[in-house]
């Protein structure tokens, strides 16, 4: 057996270790992404091996103990898909019309990037991580920074990459954070009506993010047409009238707060512009050469506006788009931080 | 030392990596309350109650190292929440040599909440801040506890890996 001695030096040898270990990865280390990039070739035949035994069983389980909520759930889907039929005729009208008014105005479209379309095939095994492992790589082009979004909007961004995988940061994930910008108009009352405000007494941002506030004015025409009226023709000219539609663009830096917390927006001061936030607005990505994305991504909308005492700014709480819980199928934008579009 | 520490290494690496794929595969998977049962913690400390505290440190940093290779956190810092983990649970060795199975799932359920707590405790002072939370209430408990019940059933496979054999009580003849 071994002496008292012997033991403390395993344990001493164990913590030095570990945290030699920490100082070097966190100050980025070749050969520890190289270990690190040999373990992933290893696990991956051994996770198809063992997925290929427990997956009948699995399933078996599934079938016995789900089966009346699979249906129920089967049942919803269903009712959802019908009432969004609408919601789609209505979105493709408004995405034409968006298209259209690009053409003629002769400007780009913001978000015209390609993308690598990947699937999940891995959830993060911890409780205190948010990540997802997707089966493309670097032979797929794909390189760490580059955004991940699905149907419903910004899923996360590449961390780590594998020859043939990798690993997605996802956007609740306290580690993650990105420039971001809330849509709203003058005349939009918001969803729910009211905002809830709820005083923190005695919290402090400590944000060093910045805020800015950009108003665009957009001229909304409509021409009255002579010929649309019934009656005599006249030789009048057309009839226009110009209506002003106010959009506030407010720029904040959105951070994840782990688990399946919503996300927070930080604003640093609370100026007048931001009355026109409110619950139910839009958030998107906001770009720059500095952001983590391109510009124009819906990320999700605001749930809840925290005003706060004293000179610290309202937080504001921004639920995803994406359910992050059930991700299948996303898509990896192949856009690297400081690039120009395509 | 070298030997104590080498020889283990042959079962730890093939076991070690069977659970990590368990845990990737299928507790990543099924979550209880939201909170993801560990099954490579719940190996650790069933190692350290049934091999004691050094065998339990050296269970953990392999092991932890292994899942922080696998997944995003920097090296060494699951191997060091888990090595203090298979620690706890192994100074269970320093009251009794052949603890009872309750005995032992107490102390692995120890193990388990010293480990899962150390986990976002070593994040933040590494500088990944923003994971000590009021969810760790219901997360170390349902880990904890979960390892705690899997221990009797581990306790073998941790006893084995670490190259311990149980001792056998044998009667005295005058």
Sequence with gaps: MFSALSRRRVVALVVLTCLLFITLDRNGNPVIDRVRGVLATVLQPVDTATR???????????????????????????????????????????????????KVQQLASKFNYPTVPALVIGDSPGNFQNTVEINVG???????????????????????????????????????????????????EGITGPLPEIPIGGATSSSTSSTTTTTTTVPVTSTTQPG??????????????????????????????????????????????????????IVDTAGGTKGLAPQGIPIGVITRIVSQSGDSADLVEVTPNASLRQLNFVAVVLYVSGTVGP | MRGFVLAPLIRLLPVGLVALSLQRV??????????????????????????????????????GMLSDASGDTPLGVLALAYGLGGLTAGYLHRFTTDPQWWLAALFATMGAAVGETAIPVVKTLTGDSGWITTDLLVTVPIVAVTAGLMCPLLMPVGRWMMGVKRKKWKAMTE
């Design chain 1, 138 to 188: 670097s032979t797929d082009g794909i390189q760490v920074g580059m955004p991940v979004t699905n149907g419903a909007g910004l899923v996360g961004r590449i961390t780590r990459v594998y020859p043939t995988h990798s690993l997605v940061k996802l956007i609740t994930d306290p580690g993650y954070s990105v420039p971001a910008q809330v849509l709203s108009s003058a005349d939009d």
């Design chain 1, 228 to 281: 649309d009226t019934a009656g005599p023709t006249t030789s009048t000219p057309p009839a226009t009238t110009t209506t002003a539609l106010e959009v506030v663009r407010e720029t904040g830096l959105l951070e994840g707060q782990g688990g399946n917390k919503p996300m927070l927006l930080r604003f640093v001061d609370s100026s007048s512009s931001l009355a026109n936030v409110k619950v139910g607005s």
């Design chain 2, 26 to 63: 299928i507790f990543a998977n099924h979550p209880m309350h939201d909170v993801q049962i560990q099954l490579v913690l719940a190996l650790v400390v069933a190692a350290g109650a049934g091999g004691g505290l050094d065998r339990g440190a050296i269970a953990g940093f392999v092991l």
């Design chain 1, 52 to 102: 290929a035994i427990t997956l009948p069983l699995e399933r078996v389980w599934y079938g016995i103990s789900n089966y009346d909520d699979v249906e129920r759930e089967n049942q919803a889907l269903r009712d959802q898909i019908e009432h969004q039929k609408g919601n789609d005729v209505e979105a493709r009208s408004a995405i034409l019309e968006y298209r259209l008014l690009l």
